[in-house]
Each structure stands twice: as C-alpha cells, then as structure tokens.
C-alpha cells in the first residue's frame, strides 16, 4: 500500500512550493523511487510491429498505462530492438499487425525473419503475450502475430495470457487483453486503478475515429479520361473539425452501404425488419443499421460459421467441417452478404438475432494527397473507384462507390484524421527525395511536392508514376507539369503500361534509370514507395535490390544489408495496402 508524503506545515516553503513538493515526492515513492512501503515495480518491455500506425499508437497507449500502475515499461520498434536483450526480458507484450499476404509489417520484418530462423538464443525466464490485428476478410488473418505467438513459445518463452486476434477493430480486443495482461502481471494482493480503464482509442480531443467528423464534400470529380477507369479527386472541408493532419497521414472515412442492396437484402430475410438497439440507448431501423452501420460486403470465414449455425444449407455444413483454407477462399472470394441469404437462407427469429453475426461496418484509410500548408481547411483523397461481376451479380467497393455513386449534396460523410508516423518526409528538407507512386499511390506523393514547395524545401524530388495509358491516365498532369516547371520536381520518369506492345512498370525504369538511382541514393537520398502491397511493392523491392547489386557492386547479402540498413534509418518507407 502506498501513502502519501506530506511536507510539514512549518516547513519553510511558500505555499505554491509546498504543494509541488508535496506532489513530486507522492508521486516518486507511488513509483518505487522512495521509501520501503512503495510497491515493487515490474519490468515490461512493449514491442511493436506497425505499417499504418495503429500498432505503434497501441504500444504507446498501453505504455502510459503501465506507467500509472506499478510497472516499469520500455518500448521498442520491432526494427530497433536490439535482439541480443531478448533472452533477458522478464516480462514481453508484443503488438503487432499483418499486412498484404500475411506478412510482417516492414518495420517489423527483419525481426521477424530471424526469429522464425535457427538463430535466436532460447528464452526460458521470458514471460509474454501476443496482441495480434488483422483483418478476417484476408485468408492469412493476423498470421503475422500468430508466427510471434507460436515462435516464443517454441523457444521456451511463457505465455502471460493467450494471443488475442484482433479483426479490424481494436477497442473492445485490445481492451480485454490489455486488462487480463496488467491484472495477471501485478503482484497478488495488489490493486491497480488504472487496470481495466483503458480503451484502444487513443487519446484525442475532439473529433477521432470514435467521434467522426461530418465533412462537406468540396470537390468530387474523376481524374481519368474516356474510358471505364476511374480515379476521383476528393476534396473535404476541415472547417470547425480541429482536426490536423501532416503529410503522409491517412484519412479514415465511413461509408454508406447500397440502398438497393440493403433493400434486397430485407426483402429475403426471414422476420419483418423492425427496429434494433442504437447508440445512447435508442432504437433505429434496421434497413438504417444495414446502411450506415453494418457490414454486408465480403465474407469472411468468422461470418459464414455463424451463419452456418442458422442455416440447414448441407453445403455450409460441409464447408465448416472440412475447415479447408482452399476451400474457404474459394467459396468467399467475390460472394456477400446477399448471397448466403438468398442461396443458403438461415433461421433468424429476429433483427437483434440477425445484426448479432454481422460487424460493424468499418472505416476505410486513405492516404491523404494534399499538403496542409498548400489546402488550409482542406483535405483531399485520391480514390480509384472499384467495380467488378462476380457470380452474376454486379458490385464494388463500399467506400469506393460511395464516394462516385451515393453523394449527395446534402451528405457529410464521417471522416477523421489517422496519423502515420511511419510515412514522413525527411525532417531536413535538403534531403533528396525519391517517390515511386504508381495509380492512385500518387495521393502521398501529390502531397509531399506541395509540401516541400510550400516549405521551400531544398532538397532534390524524383517522381516515378505509371498506369495503363498516357492519353486518360495521367492523373494531376497538370500539377506535376507544374512542380517540373517551377523546379519543385527535379526528374520525372512514367511508365505507360498499355501503350506499347511490351508492358512497362515503374520498376523497370528503375532498372532503366539504375546509375541515376544509386547515385541518388549514395547521397542520402530517401526512398518512398505506395501502392499495391502483393504485386508492386514487391518488384519494386527487387528492383532496387539489383540496382545495389549492379550499380553498388554489393553481393546479394550485401544489398540487402545496405537495404535494411535504410530502412532502419528511416530512409526507406512504404504505404502499402
């Protein structure tokens, strides 16, 4: 138990010195600084693996916790850790996401792949657990968090509590873990009040993801050409939010599902609509709910179990029962939430019942394409609008089609601002930049020419920007044009993919470009990447590889220790989805 310090009231002090004394010493021995009576502090070292920033802002969240409480806590980027100290942990909570095809974050990977190597030391003494998020509508679900989890404890590690998932929203999980992590590694007999108080929002006044903001649409207009593709430039006003963003951040953003999807949807279901519990106690719609607050797009393999459990479909039930990932992404891939209802119909006596095996309809990140200091008031989106056939039915993306096809002038959506800490230009703004942006991986890059401009950055830009053809493709031609003219941009070289016989992608003309590249890079030089996490990210990974290799005369091993090296230097950064 611990008791508070007070100053005697003779002491020779002002009164406005008392208090602070008083405050400083309570407050050092409730921290184990002083006196015998203080209870022992615990040692936690807090590891974390982020890509947009949600895992760092988590780590940091659950740092402060443990600071009220009797903990002693270290956090570490996973990309920073010194792995010689792992053996030595007493106490480990790893945090971390997973991202494309179940992989580790970049900041994370490294460490990652040695762990799952033969190298690492065994770890008897160390005691852990694993927060791990995901999103279930990927077939390799917090895969990345499910490798830590298995790993240390094949290597003798201890498990604190088991691993908690984590599907997209991370309030009521990391809630939960965070509190059944804190209780199990405070000393018995102890009570700590700042267990069980935190949520996984992370502290903003204002407007936040728990609290959007309903933004006027100032501009909403396609970007593209003639021709079936579409890329809309959205511009939102910030007015009265108090929101802030830097370049680099991402904008979340909830949709509305189809109205005439929902409207089927009702027509199928087994019960009449009725009203269901909403916020604060009240009752809304269900046609409502489906509308702005449920997920009914893609299914996921969670959805269908539920389902399957309502349903007499002999299909489902074999389904479930073989369990076989193949199967399940073949079943899933291009169906929703219309389909199990009209081709497998489930057993609902009600619309609470039929809304509990759904989840909440979640927001969608964007990057943000301008630059603050060039918009104030403003924030703007570059979003390629997503439509596809499946399984003879015509859909898209939710948020995508939203923004092209249901705005109104009387619709606010939601928004709010996502910081990504992980995505940032060079402080020293003579740093030479090099962005490769192909598609809508244009939106940060817009950005960051603003910026620089605006800062009268002195450093060197370079821009590759690709997509399928020069003549209605060439998104923001005339601002890039712009940044060439008034020097902003020092090179620019695009890539064309469909305008002549042999595709041509952004990383072959860092191939093309390689001595200029490596150049640029033996100066400083920071390298940017966004876009397509699967298939572009990945060549152009390798391109820059066999630049080191060609250009740099390094060995396979080296370039990719020089590669590394960047990456751990922050001179080597991706938004990648």
């Known amino acids: 138990m611990v008791f508070p310090i007070q100053l005697p009231d003779d002491a020779p002090f002002t009164p406005a010195q008392r208090a602070w004394l008083n405050d400083f010493l309570s407050k050092a021995l409730a921290q184990g600084k002083m006196g015998a009576t203080a209870q022992p502090t615990i040692p936690v070292t807090v590891l974390y693996g982020s890509q947009t920033g949600t895992a760092e802002g988590l780590a940091k969240k659950l740092v402060k916790t443990l600071k009220k409480a009797c903990f002693e806590p270290e956090i570490h980027d996973m990309a920073a850790y010194e792995r010689a100290k792992l053996p030595k942990e007493k106490n480990l909570l790893?945090?971390?996401?997973?991202?494309?095809?179940?992989?580790?974050?970049?900041?994370?990977?490294e460490f990652h792949s040695w762990l799952m190597s033969d190298a690492p030391p065994r770890l008897e003494g160390v005691s852990y657990s694993v927060l791990a998020l995901g999103d279930s509508s990927y077939p390799d679900f917090c895969k990345c968090g499910a490798d830590f989890d298995t790993r240390l404890a094949e290597l003798g590690a201890a498990r604190i509590h088991d691993r908690v998932d984590v599907d997209v929203d991370p309030d009521e999980p990391y809630a939960r873990w965070s509190t059944s992590v804190l209780a199990a590694l405070a000393p018995s007999g102890t009570r700590n009040p700042a267990i069980g108080q935190e949520s996984a929002e992370i502290d903003q006044e204002g407007h936040s993801k728990n609290n959007p903001f309903p933004a006027m649409v100032l501009d909403n207009h396609n970007l593209n050409g003639p021709g079936e593709k579409q890329t809309h430039h959205m511009a939102f006003s910030l007015e009265g939010s108090g929101l802030a963003y830097e370049v680099g951040d991402a904008l979340g953003v909830y949709p509305m599902n189809p109205p005439e999807v929902v409207n089927e949807l009702l027509a199928n279901l087994p019960f009449k609509a009725g009203a269901i519990p909403g916020p604060g106690g009240t009752e809304i719609p269900l046609r409502e709910a489906l509308i702005e607050h449920y997920d009914i797009g893609v299914l996921n393999k969670p959805l269908v179990q539920k389902w399957?459990?309502?349903?007499?479909?002999?299909?489902?039930?074999?389904?479930?029962?073989?369990d076989d990932p193949a199967a399940w992404d073949a079943f899933c891939r291009g169906r929703e939430l219309i389909d199990l209802v009209i081709d497998h119909p489930a057993d609902f006596t009600d619309a609470e019942e039929f809304i509990s095996v759904l989840k909440k309809l979640q927001p969608r990140?964007?990057?943000?394409?301008?630059?603050?200091?060039a918009h104030p008031g403003e924030v703007h989106l570059s979003v390629g609008i997503v439509r596809y056939q499946t399984h003879g039915r015509k859909r898209g993306?939710?948020?995508?089609?939203?923004?092209?096809d249901r705005l109104t002038a009387a619709t606010k959506p939601r928004v709010y601002v996502h910081s990504n800490p992980a995505f940032r230009l060079p402080a020293d703004g003579n740093v030479p930049v090099i962005m490769v942006g192909p598609g809508t991986g244009i939106a940060p890059f817009r950005a960051f020419l603003e910026d620089r401009r605006a800062t009268g950055a002195k450093g060197a830009n370079w821009l590759f920007f690709g997509n399928p053809y020069r003549a209605s493709d060439f998104l923001y031609e005339e601002e890039i044009s712009g940044f060439l003219a008034d020097g902003t941009l020092s090179r620019l070289d695009l890539a064309w993919s469909r305008d002549q016989k042999e595709k041509l992608y952004v990383q072959h003309l860092m191939i093309q470009q390689g001595a200029q590249l490596w150049s640029w890079l033996q100066a400083g030089a920071a390298f940017y990447v966004c876009g397509d996490a699967s298939r572009m990210a990945k060549d152009v990974d390798q391109a820059l590889h066999s630049v080191a290799r060609e250009h740099g005369k390094l060995t396979d091993d080296e370039a990719a220790a020089f590669i590394s090296q960047m990456k751990k230097d922050k001179r080597y950064l991706r938004d990648v989805y």
């Open 365 to 373: 990140l964007y990057s943000i394409s301008s630059s603050p200091r």
């Open 94 to 109: 790893v945090i971390t996401s997973t991202y494309g095809d179940g992989e580790a974050p970049d900041a994370a990977a």
């Open 308 to 322: 399957q459990a309502r349903s007499g479909s002999p299909f489902l039930r074999s389904l479930v029962a073989a």
């Open 397 to 404: 993306g939710v948020c995508s089609t939203f923004f092209a």
